[in-house]
Nanobody, 124 residues
Framework: QVQLVESGGGLVQTGGSLRLSCATS????????MGWLRQAPGKEREVVAT??????STYYSDSVKGRFTISRDNAKMYLQMNSLKPEDTAVYYC???????????????????WGQGTQVTVSS
């Protein structure tokens, strides 16, 4: 059963914006931390942004801090990406940590539920 489905990826020019969405299917993660991870060609997956159960606490990697904003509501999670750079080109994954409730998760290995990913390409 697919539980996380990403959308909103695409091709943009440097300095442009995209808004990624993640929809839940079959269950909710309203007690769990969620986040966005990405994997660029030739690189390991990295944490982009995470948030706690209600989005009141957030974490951002240094590379996206000030440009990206993570948020969530009752059924969806979002990643607003502004001032995009070619270095942001990657497949972006919506993830959830079902082992943790109420608190934050910061590392990729703790997220056990992953979406299929959506491609973001930023041209220079």
């Amino acid at each position: 059963q697919v539980q996380l489905v990403e959308s909103g990826g695409g091709l943009v020019q440097t300095g442009g914006s995209l808004r990624l969405s993640c929809a839940t299917s079959g269950r909710t993660f309203n007690q769990n931390p969620m986040g966005w991870l990405r994997q660029a060609p030739g690189k390991e997956r990295e944490v982009v942004a995470t948030c706690n159960w209600n989005g009141s606490s957030t974490y951002y990697s240094d590379s996206v801090k000030g440009r990206f904003t993570i948020s969530r509501d009752n059924a969806k999670m979002y990643l607003q990406m502004n001032s995009l750079k070619p270095e942001d080109t990657a497949v972006y994954y919506c993830v959830a940590d079902t082992h943790t409730k109420w608190f934050m998760t910061y590392v990729a290995r703790e997220f056990d539920v992953w979406g299929q990913g959506t491609q973001v390409t930023v041209s220079s």
